[in-house]
């Protein structure tokens, strides 16, 4: 049985490994995934050679099913050089299809910076992140308890190509460690657990491991974020985000106690976070943080030359399952975020993502608002994103905003990198709002005077 | 009072000025006003800023705070307007709420005053047609300054009626400021009153124009006065009262004349139609007790239209005098005898208990608790009085003296509206409101009248030089006064030292009104503020962090039991559904929640099982020294719970007749599920530095129960100072 399933995986292997194009193989890889907070950060170091006989200009990346849905970001650079002198190369990751790919593996395609010749070799550093990937065990625990989690990997690397030499290493946030399945050799050395070295395995191989140790970061993760960027030429940039936050850890059971939540902190809802820190903008004014019913007191703003910090509390601590929604509101500057093109359209550059440190964001969208007039926007994207365009009414409007739309599921905080949207502006439709007001007054004086001087009597007096 | 600019070439001004204006628009001497325009524009400007004032005044709390709904009922309303501009009228005209009275529910269009949501939803759809993108929030904390600023116009035009133009400025200016008219108005106050005083106003000055003209116009904007104040607010009772009343005294005083006639059944019958249009009020006003004055008035209006004629059309005094008396003792007959008939068969209903409290302030203390619990509906005390209309309180008695002299339709109806409102502001504290606008305008009469008399004084002094130098060219106004001066050369100084005294009352009012409105009626009461040790400013946010809890921790469908004091706020900002709220119509419902929370755990378990509980709230202050918490409400728990369930009784809960919750305090008080849920695990914690653990700081004393065993309920929430503590209420065990 076993005989025949390896069969058939080498069988589905090789007919892979010809299907995408290349005769590759991995001469060492090493994999260290760091599992300290609940953003599983995977940093793999390939190296890769073409033992084929033509020129390979890319490579496939698989991940099993349950990591692929989890997957929030791929990256991948080359290295060239040694030690000191090493220099990083981006390169282009993009997710793909295989034909037959056994039990529904997911696939990323690296394109190397140059094709890779026969017999020649390449380093690279390969960053993925996972979201979701620990799964609390036990799922509720009481205030006193500390948060246990499950991380489920495979020993091996699932590659489709035959890997000659690898070791993977686990990274707990601590050392305590409950189990760990054992795949020979493996061993644990206080917060690190070693899986390897493994030699010659063949594409596809798979040997499943749990790790259960426990975690007590903040699981703090955003169900919905909706960033709302309001462009006023008047000289601001007004940025509202609406957060339902929830603590995405094992759930909180039975009784909150605030004697033992205020006097023993250091063993009572060790899971739980109650503050919250957020990396704004400089020069950022403004601030406010309130939810559906008012203003929250709690929160602390320390501005600075190249970032601000908002360091705030919700209204209750967070356990593992509660909620709390809230909106944060600040202003910067314009002149710091909106540039003119060289072909005279407008574009705003601000940065993607979500302002909370260490935080999952299931469903993000960000709403850019350009002011009233503006015509053909486009945006500029380092990943894909959902696009879409609406209308939105503010103050005084009358033809209404045009509203780019972003969307984005699974982002971290990686994906804190600029964007652009580019649109065109002419400066005369600015004084339409005032304008509006002034006639407004005129004409509220001048019917003021009409109605002093015309008598409006039937009767003679 | 705005003559002294330029008193003597006005009519040269006037013919110059007027025919050529375009022409010489630009030239310099043009830009100098007529005497009249020049007052014109003074009055203007001076309402403008008293307009202002009384708008600003009142944005302390939001200074202080926040822009935020305050205290109790304002969510309520909040909660009803948000639901208005959501779903529609029709929606809310029909809404039935199963958040609140579980498992009642509450049929809230039948049963509130919409005015106050139909004005906030109307200034927010008028906002949003004019692209402006206000939140409803927003609107409605806003709403009662501006009535508030809507009623000083009203008084300015109230004041000039009943004396003139000088009185009717400073009334407005007096009741933009006054405390007792602040304290319910304040941004965020979102509360009937808010919009009632205003109403309230309105329909009194137009019903004084309309008795002063005899023009049905006026009569009529009076009913339409009368219908918003009918869908405001409950004291619309106090109008259809005081008019009635208003017109007996004039009849009675032989004032009847065809203009209050007119008046009195145009506003009369209209109101009554168009306040029939309002749910609530339905057919109250021909069929409840309350409403028969004004019934009777009407009626007697008719007997004297008819005597009138029959006056005119008899010549004979002593046939008139005989049918007088037979038609007056027929119709007192049998106006009595369909009064008697229609409260026997029922078709009448008596007078409530909230109107017999009025009358008598000692009757809601011994027969209804849920009235006499409430603080705002205690006796005042003088110190409110002082509180709330300082110099006021002097300036009322004179201001009578003045209306005394002058006695007209108008000043009998401010003079009676003073005094009947006095009187009810005197047993019920809330009631300081529905007296405010009567105090100011009348002290209003009065600062204008010592004003007008004083410089008028020493006006005249000033020109007695000048006639004396010119021989006898002086004026014929002031030749009356002339001589008086001439014999009492002391006036002039007495009238400076008057004036000084009068502007030095008037500015230390100013400085009372706006240091009471920043220090006291400010609050929102849902954020507690205090000084810290170092002078900082602690915030005490608990409730809201409560209810959010509540909101974004409980399933949707968690009932949640408290004091009613909370219902409305867990309501609107749980989202909750509450078990009693705010709304105590049904006092039997209340006095379950209240044998519950007087009850043993276990009895109280089975009462709670049979309203379908989840979640227990209680408001605790021993912590922070919060001292309105439900522990200090408990013995009124206990009364309503006892008034409707024998098996509660007072004095189980009392030692002594003492109220106590340390070593002392009766064994039924220190293990009934309030003193449990308050205190459970509180033994455990030092609150004050040099005090045993378990030292309550509202009260002062330390607990006398620090071993508390919850056997069906476990500790939800409690929020970081305390004062808010939120119990689940645990499924039956497993009886295998």
Redesign the interface.
């Known amino acids: 049985m076993a005989a025949r399933i390896w069969i058939f995986s080498v069988a589905v292997a090789l007919f892979l490994s010809f299907s995408s194009g290349h005769d590759l193989q991995i001469v060492n890889a090493e994999r260290r995934i760091d599992l300290s907070s609940h953003i599983v950060n995977a940093f793999l170091t390939l190296k890769v050679e073409n033992i084929g006989k033509d020129p390979a200009a890319d490579m496939l990346l698989a991940f099993p099913p349950t990591q692929i849905k989890h997957l929030s970001m791929v990256q991948a650079m080359a290295i060239t050089g040694k030690k000191k002198k090493k220099t990083y190369l981006p390169l282009d990751v993009k997710p793909t299809e295989q034909p037959d790919a056994p039990n529904d593996t997911g696939y990323f395609l690296v394109s190397f910076a140059t094709p890779l010749t026969p017999g020649e070799t390449v380093t690279l550093e390969v960053l993925y992140i996972l979201t979701h990937s620990l799964e609390p065990f036990p799922s509720e625990i009481a205030q006193s308890e500390s948060q246990l989690v499950y991380y489920r990997d495979s020993a091996v690397i699932l590659s489709p190509y035959h890997i000659k030499q690898q070791t993977t290493f686990f990274k707990t946030p601590s050392a305590r460690v409950e189990s760990f399945t054992s795949v020979d050799p493996a061993n644990r050395a206080g917060k690190e657990i070693k899986y390897g070295p493994y030699e010659d395995r063949a594409p596809y191989s798979y040997a499943p491991v749990i790790v259960h140790f426990e975690n007590n970061s903040p699981f703090v993760v955003v169900e919905e974020l909706v960033r709302e960027i309001e462009i006023s030429h008047w000289g601001s940039l007004q940025i509202t985000e609406h957060y339902r936050l929830t603590h995405g850890g094992a759930r909180h059971k039975g009784v909150f106690s605030r004697v033992d939540y205020q006097s023993r902190r250091s063993i009572s809802g060790s899971s739980s976070f109650n503050a919250l820190l957020a990396v704004l903008p400089p020069k950022v004014n403004s601030v406010y943080y309130r939810d559906n019913i008012g203003n929250i007191s709690t929160s602390h703003l320390r501005t600075g030359f190249k970032k601000s910090e908002l360091e705030f509390e919700p209204r209750y601590p967070l356990f593992g399952g509660w909620r709390a929604t809230f909106i944060i509101g600040y202003r910067v500057p314009l002149e710091d975020y909106l540039f003119e093109a060289p072909d005279g359209r407008r574009y705003l550059n601000f940065t993607f993502g979500c302002p909370l440190v260490e935080t999952i964001v299931n469903k993000l969208t960000i709403k850019v608002v350009l002011p009233e007039g503006s015509k053909d926007p486009s945006t500029v994207l380092p990943f894909t994103v959902n696009q879409d365009l609406q209308v939105k009414y503010s103050y005084l409007d009358i033809v209404g905003r045009t509203v780019v739309v972003l969307q984005k599921d699974n982002v971290v905080p990686t994906h804190n990198v600029p964007f652009q949207v580019y649109y065109t502006f002419k400066p005369i439709y600015m004084l339409a709002e005032p304008f509006m007001l002034v006639s407004a007054f005129f004409f509220v004086f001048v019917a003021s005077l009409a109605y002093v001087h015309i008598d409006l009597n039937i009767v003679k007096k | 009072m705005a003559a002294n600019g330029s008193p003597k070439p006005e009519p040269m001004a006037a013919k110059k000025a007027s025919p050529d204006l375009l022409n010489s628009s630009f030239s310099f001497k043009s830009l100098k006003l007529k005497t009249k325009q020049q007052e014109l524009l003074l009055r203007v400007s001076i309402l403008g800023l008293v307009y202002v004032l009384a708008f600003i005044a009142r944005l302390f709390s939001v200074l202080r705070y926040?822009s935020?709904i305050h205290e109790f009922d304002p969510y309520f309303n909040y909660r009803t307007t948000l639901f208005l501009t959501e779903k529609g009228f029709y929606e809310f005209w029909n809404w039935f709420d199963s958040e609140s009275w579980y498992p009642l529910g509450r049929i809230i269009g039948g049963t509130l005053y919409p005015g106050l949501m139909v004005t906030a939803a109307l200034i927010y759809w008028t906002l949003r047609f004019l692209?402006?993108?206000v939140h409803i929030r927003e609107v409605c904390v806003l709403t009662a300054p501006f009535f508030a600023s809507n009623t000083t116009l009203v008084a300015y035009f109230f004041g000039k009626e009943i004396w003139d133009t000088g009185a009717g400025l400073v009334a407005a200016a007096l009741i933009a400021i006054c405390p007792g008219y602040i304290s319910r108005s304040v941004a965020g106050s979102y509360d009937n009153e808010a919009v009632a005083i205003f109403a309230l106003l309105l329909t009194f000055y137009l019903f004084v124009k309309a008795v002063k003209t005899g023009s049905l116009s006026w009569a009529l904007g009076s009913a339409f006065g009368y219908f918003y104040m009918v869908s405001a607010w409950g004291g619309y009772v106090f109008i259809i009262n005081l008019v009635p009343l208003y017109v007996l005294v004039l009849l009675i005083t032989g004032r009847y004349s065809m203009r209050l006639y007119v008046a009195y059944n145009c506003m009369y019958i209209l109101g009554m139609l168009l306040a029939m249009q309002i749910r609530f009020v339905g057919f109250q006003h021909v069929q409840s007790g309350e409403h028969m004055a004004a019934m009777g008035v009407f009626l007697l209006m008719q007997v004297f239209y008819f005597l009138d004629w029959v006056k005119h059309q008899l010549n004979d005094t002593k046939l008139f005098q005989t049918f007088l008396r037979i038609t007056v003792t027929s119709a007192i007959l049998v106006g009595g005898i369909a009064l008697g008939v229609g409260t026997a068969s029922g078709y009448i209903s008596p007078w409530t208990g909230r109107f017999y409290s009025l009358l008598d302030p000692t009757y809601a203390k011994d027969h209804i608790p849920i009235i006499a619990s409430v603080s705002e509906h205690q006796p005042t005390a003088w110190s409110s009085f002082m509180f709330d209309y300082h110099i006021l309180l002097f300036l009322f008695p004179a201001g009578l003296y003045f209306c005394f002299k002058r006695l007209s339709d108008a000043t009998i109806f401010i003079v009676m509206y003073g005094l009947t409102s006095l009187y009810f502001a005197g047993v019920m504290v809330r009631l300081i409101l529905v007296a405010t606008p009567a105090v100011c305008l009348i002290s209003a009469i009065a600062v204008s009248a010592t004003v007008k008399n004083l410089t008028s004084l020493l006006r005249t002094k000033q020109k007695v030089p000048q006639t004396g130098s010119a021989k006898g060219v002086g004026s014929s106004k002031s030749s009356s006064k002339v001589t008086l001066d001439q014999s009492q050369p002391f006036h002039k100084n007495g009238a400076i030292a008057l004036l000084v005294g009068v502007f030095y009352l008037l500015s230390r009012y100013a400085i009372h009104c706006t240091w009471v409105t920043s220090e006291a009626y400010s609050s929102p009461s849902?954020?507690l503020a205090a000084r810290g040790a170092h002078g900082n400013r602690i915030?005490f946010?608990d409730y809201?962090?409560a209810?959010?809890?509540l909101?974004?921790?409980t399933p949707t469908d968690a009932k949640v039991m408290s004091w009613w004091d909370y219902g409305y706020q867990i309501t609107a900002?749980g989202n909750r559904t509450v078990i009693v709220d705010n709304n105590t119509w049904n006092n039997t419902h209340i006095a379950t929640v209240g044998r519950a929370m007087s009850s043993y755990e276990d009895e109280a378990y089975d009462i709670m099982r049979s309203l379908d509980v989840n979640y227990v709230l209680v408001v605790f202050g021993g912590v922070t020294g919060y001292s309105s918490d439900d522990i200090n409400k408990f013995l009124w728990m206990v009364r309503i719970g006892g008034g409707v369930y024998p098996v509660i009784k007072e004095p189980d809960y009392l030692v002594n007749g003492e109220f106590r919750v340390d070593k002392g305090a009766s064994p039924k008080m220190l293990n009934c599920l309030m003193y449990k849920l308050c205190y459970y695990?509180f033994g455990?914690?030092v609150t004050e530095y040099g005090k045993p653990t378990g030292y309550d700081r509202a009260r002062g004393v330390e607990i006398g129960n620090k071993d508390i065993k919850l056997e069906h309920l476990?500790?939800?929430?409690?929020?970081?100072n305390?004062i808010v503590r939120i119990y689940r209420v645990k499924p039956p065990t497993n009886r295998l």
């Open positions: 926040e935020m692209r402006f993108f849902i954020v915030i946010d809201r962090e209810y959010y809890w909101r974004q921790n900002m695990r455990e914690l476990e500790e939800a929430y409690t929020t970081s305390w």
